[in-house]
């Protein structure tokens, strides 16, 4: 299976707002290694399905060092607490930029696995961020919508100034 291929800021695509999931197949659980697979490559530590254009409540995460630790969640639910914290994030839709953005500190996830057996745990430090940036790509907002409009105009403009 090829690798997946990964849509690009300001395309219209990523703007597409996933459903949920309701068939837990074969297909689906081949979807998410997929999905997984083209991650690790990129690399990333997130993939949300609305980024291969797929427009399915899906996200895999996997923030560790040994490339061991994956999350593979269908149908994310948050319950963000705790206080505000900025940290820089990038995206693998809006290649090269990096910028500050606010996130709650934790995150309560409930979602459900590749077989639809429901699961639940907390989130903190780049876990929670990175959980909080996938299931805003479902919603088809980037981060890149909380920075000022006068920094994201000149983010498009240099994202499709490269893409001729
Ligand atoms: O690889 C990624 N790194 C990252 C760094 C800080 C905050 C969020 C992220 S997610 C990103 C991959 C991606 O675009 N996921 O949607
Ligand atoms: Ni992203």
């Known amino acids: 299976m090829p690798l997946l ?31 997984l697979t083209t991650m690790y490559a990129a690399p990333g530590i997130g993939l949300a399905a609305t980024q291969v254009n797929v427009h399915k409540r899906v996200i895999v995460v996997d923030i560790s060092e040994e490339k ?12 963000p607490y705790g206080d505000k914290i ?14 500050s953005v606010e996130r709650f500190e934790y995150v309560k996830v409930s979602a459900q696995d590749v077989h639809g057996e429901p699961l639940q745990f907390t989130a903190d430090g780049m876990l929670s961020i990175c959980i ?27 994202l499709r100034e490269r893409a001729k």
């Open 86 to 99: 900025k940290g820089e994030e990038g995206c693998l839709s809006v290649p090269d930029i990096y910028d």
């Open 5 to 35: 291929k990964i849509l690009h800021h300001p395309d219209p695509r990523l703007r597409t707002k996933a459903t949920a999931v309701s068939t837990f197949d074969e297909a689906l659980s081949e979807f998410a290694r997929n999905l």
């Open 132 to 158: 909080q940036h996938e299931c805003d790509h479902l919603e088809g907002k980037l981060f890149v919508d909380y920075l000022s409009s006068l920094k994201r105009g000149r983010i498009s403009k240099a």
């Open 68 to 79: 061991d630790q994956p999350h593979m969640l269908v149908n994310p639910v948050l319950e």
